[in-house]
């Protein structure tokens, strides 16, 4: 609960302080990627950290997210299985680029 505080927090400092605590668990991390109150740059460290990207629902979770940064979000939707890229093409709440790139994989991923 409190990191969950923590990494709403503004200062970059205290948001890679809550991401580099050795007592984060696998499925907090995924809380953090599924909250749409969470900044940009939380995410962003989020991706860049290869023991978080192991997990699927993770990847899945960045991709989902409105707040994603789109440098970030538009190389996972290779990642993902063909029906959560048509979830993801399906999303309202994504951005307009990510639901086009997300029906073109899908595309690809079906022929």
Sequence with gaps: EERMLLIRDSSKVVTRAVLGS???????????????????????????????????????NLCNNPRTPLDVGMPLLNRLIVTDVRGVSNNKNVSEMMRKMAAKISKQKQN
């Design 22 to 60: 050795p007592k984060i668990t696998d499925s907090e991390i995924e809380n953090i990627s599924n909250a749409k109150n969470v900044s940009d740059e939380v995410l962003r460290m989020i991706s860049m950290t290869r023991k978080f990207m192991k997990s699927y629902a993770v990847i899945r």
